[in-house]
């Protein structure tokens, strides 16, 4: 399963809040489908489960994937992770 766990974003050009304690489960060997209008975050929500942040952004929360925890500080830089797999290993 993939968690992201109380995701705060905002972009750095007006520190305001897109995301705001954000909170989805992705269950595992399940097929799961984002939509939504332009703007409201589909590539942005990717990035942040990449761990790709630009610089200025503010993104904190966690994120664990199949019980491996990796924790954001408010920078929006991967702060820890319990094991040394990157979280991007994750991601496809």
Known sequence: ALELKNIN??????????FKDLS????SNKVHFIRGKN??????LFRILQG???????LSGSIDVCGQ???FSNTGQIKS????????????
Request: with cysteine; glycine share 8%; hydrophobic share 35%.
């Open 81 to 92: 992770y319990e094991n040394s797999c990157p979280l991007s290993a994750h991601i496809r």
């Open 39 to 44: 703007g409201v975050g589909k590539s942005t």
């Open 24 to 27: 989805i489960v992705f269950q």
């Open 52 to 58: 790709q942040t630009l610089r200025g952004e503010q």
């Open 69 to 71: 925890k990796y924790l």
């Open 9 to 18: 974003f905002s972009f750095a050009a007006d520190q305001k809040s897109f």
